[in-house]
């Protein structure tokens, strides 16, 4: 692979990267959403670890490559500077954990998370030692401290993705909006496929640097399938658990402004509390299709397209 070629990748990489992250970042802005800002810095933090101690470590060796330095310095260089961006990696996979708790309204435990810091420092401790005491391996040894490392990780993210993604997909039961609840596990779905071959990627990237290239690439750029998947669920289905309407007060001067029924009221507020259609059918004793007259004609009074505009349209009245 060209050098040109390796800056392109690099390039395009990190570009699709901080993507992700305005992405995200216009997301939490849009909807008020305690994940979304979880999911922002799971992003960053990723990104950076990404940047610096993968890419970064890349590069040194590339510039140490081409300046001629002996071999054992430039091992040495990049077991370095993976080190110093493993700190980012520990945050991002502690912040991915928070976002698979939160996006089903449950919090990680002080306990938990004193095991958790404990647990990585206690690695990332041992990872330095080992860079203290590398002299006395020998440079025969650096392939086989690298594959250590590597493998450690790859089994710490390993676990910690399994952990949160098995948390999601338990938890995700307990939302009575089957749309809710699918968009949930379609989340988790997305970031299961992307980390196995993350995970399978990054064992084999040793084996060919095409393969380290399109690494390289899939880390940063891969994010962009979840994000787009989620801003169109959030948009067409999630009702900000912040609109509380109080139905004897704001809603009359929403009512009486656009001609609203007494059982289209009742309505609106089963859809600001996040009910289904089906939901609706069932708590009001009327039927699906009766529930979807009753929607339809909302929208054509109040001239809106879906659920969170009226809800928004609604929180103006408040």
């Not at 809603?251 to 289209?264: H, L, N, T, W, Y």
Request: aromatic share 16%.
């Amino acid at each position: 692979m060209s050098e040109t070629l390796k800056i392109v990748i690099a390039i395009v990489s990190i570009l699709a990267g901080l993507f992700s992250i305005f992405a995200v970042h216009l997301m939490s802005q849009k909807y008020r959403l305690q994940f979304l800002t979880i999911y922002f810095y799971f992003l960053i933090f990723l990104n950076i670890f990404g940047i610096y101690g993968i890419a970064g470590a890349r590069i040194i060796r590339e510039l140490l490559v081409s300046m001629g330095t002996a071999g054992a310095s430039i091992e040495y260089s990049t077991l370095v500077f993976t080190y110093l961006g493993i700190p980012f990696l520990i945050l991002a996979m502690y912040m991915f954990l928070r976002l698979c708790t939160e996006m089903v309204k449950r919090n990680l435990s002080t306990g938990f998370n004193l095991i958790y810091f404990s647990l990585q420092f206690l690695i990332f401790l041992a990872y330095g030692l080992i860079l203290v005491m590398i002299s006395r391996f020998g440079e025969n040894r650096y392939d086989l401290i690298k594959r250590v490392i590597l493998l450690t990780y790859s089994s710490l993210f390993a676990i910690n993705s399994f952990f949160g993604l098995a948390f999601l997909f338990i938890h995700q039961r307990r939302f009575i909006n089957i749309n809710e609840r699918k968009s949930i596990r379609t989340f988790g779905f997305l970031y299961l496929v992307i980390f196995t071959a993350l995970l399978t990627m990054a064992n084999l990237t040793h084996l060919s640097p095409w393969l380290e290239g399109f690494f390289l690439i899939f880390l940063f750029a891969s994010h962009l399938i979840p994000i787009f998947f989620l801003n169109i669920i959030i948009d067409k289905y999630y009702i900000e658990p912040v609109v509380v309407i109080d139905f004897n007060r704001s809603v009359q001067d929403f009512a009486r402004k656009f001609g609203i029924s007494g059982r289209e009221k009742e309505v609106i507020e089963l859809i600001c509390m996040g009910k289904s259609n089906q939901d609706i059918s069932e708590c009001l004793f009327i039927s699906l299709q009766t529930v979807k007259d009753h929607i339809h004609r909302i929208y054509l009074k109040t001239d809106v397209k879906n659920r969170v505009q009226l809800a928004n349209l609604i929180r103006k009245f408040q």
